[in-house]
């Protein structure tokens, strides 16, 4: 299964609330903090909603 890297590259100070807990739900927290992830739907469901906030980059195995 592959991974992506998601990396939060601006903060979600005046976001929406849901946009704050699928920040949340990533692993993420503040910008420049990072997490690898499963490539699947689910995850790029979450990616895709707060994809004005993140940065997300293909992981080799």
Do not use: F
Not at 3 to 31: D, F, M, N, Y
Request: a positive charge; hydrophobic letters at 35%.
């Amino acid at each position: 299964m592959s991974k992506i890297k998601v990396v939060q590259i601006k903060s979600c100070i005046k976001s929406k609330s849901k946009h704050k807990l699928t920040i949340e739900a990533l692993g993420l927290g503040r910008p420049n903090y990072s997490n690898i992830l499963p490539d699947n739907e689910q995850t790029r469901g979450m990616v895709n909603v707060v994809r004005h906030l993140v940065k997300v980059e293909q992981v080799s195995e």
